[in-house]
């Protein structure tokens, strides 16, 4: 079974520009979510997505940044335009549903390293 | 302040040494997760647990709910287990979104 990939691993924007990350989760994984860290600090969730709709984006840290999952499967987040402080890396991870249970173990993608100059 | 506090920071052993890494949290949880990062690697997730303990190969965590204490042991350490060790926990509130806290870098010495 793949796991979850994330693409690209790194990229070096100028402040300003438009990057978009991409997360493709475990096929079949109903919830997808992105998670930041920024240097020095802990990791810290952005958004999560049960199939295509969001669930919770009370982490997105303001409208800079735009997050879709299309068809419920693989996920983009766009980041525009590019600050300073969105240097960080991105991690997406994806989890199965248990109706009456609750959700799995998060299984996470290698990340995105991405360095705003 | 942190919801979610783990200590030591850094820690350096010997081989063989048993290794513990601590984890307090302030908020009422669903599910506490232990982590780990190898450098320049991804994460993975090494347990979940709500209650008691669980044991995988020379891991074992445990967690006391009524103290809001988990820990992370590590039995006969060895190089390869050198890595970040990240606590987080889902609070269940529909969202189960992970708070993770600072990490403890683990360094085994041959």
């Known amino acids: 079974e793949a796991g979850v990939t994330q693409f690209p691993s790194h990229s070096v924007i100028e402040k300003g520009q438009t990057v978009t990350l991409r997360c493709d989760p475990i096929?079949?994984?109903?919830?997808l979510y992105w998670y930041r860290r920024v240097m020095g600090k802990e990791i810290k969730f952005l958004l999560h997505?049960?199939?295509?709709?969001?669930?919770?984006e009370s982490g997105m840290p303001n409208n800079r940044f735009l997050a879709e999952r299309t068809g419920g499967t693989y996920s983009t987040l766009k980041v525009q335009p590019a600050e300073l402080e969105d240097s960080g890396v991105y991690f997406c991870?994806?989890?199965?549903?248990?109706?009456?249970?609750?959700?799995?173990?998060?299984?996470f993608g290698p990340g995105t390293r991405l360095t705003v100059l | 302040k942190n919801e979610v506090e783990q200590s030591p920071q850094n820690l350096t052993a010997q081989e063989g040494e048993f290794i513990t890494i601590n984890c307090s949290y302030s908020?009422?949880?669903?599910?506490l997760h232990w982590l780990q990062q190898h450098p320049g690697g991804g994460i993975v997730s090494l347990f979940m647990?709500?209650?008691g303990k669980k044991k995988h190969g020379r891991l074992i965590a445990t967690i006391n709910i009524q103290e809001k204490h988990s820990s992370l042991h590590i039995t006969a350490s060895h190089p390869r287990d050198s890595a970040v060790y990240i606590c987080?926990?889902?609070?269940?509130?529909?969202?189960?979104?992970?708070?993770f806290g600072k990490g403890t870098k683990l360094s085994v010495i041959p």
């Open positions: 991870a994806s989890s199965h549903t248990y109706p009456g249970y609750g959700t799995d173990t998060q299984y």
């Open positions: 997505f049960v199939k295509e709709s969001k669930q919770d």
């Open positions: 647990l709500s209650s």
């Open positions: 096929s079949g994984h109903d919830n």
């Open positions: 908020v009422g949880i669903s599910a």
């Open positions: 987080a926990f889902d609070s269940g509130a529909g969202s189960y979104q992970l708070t």
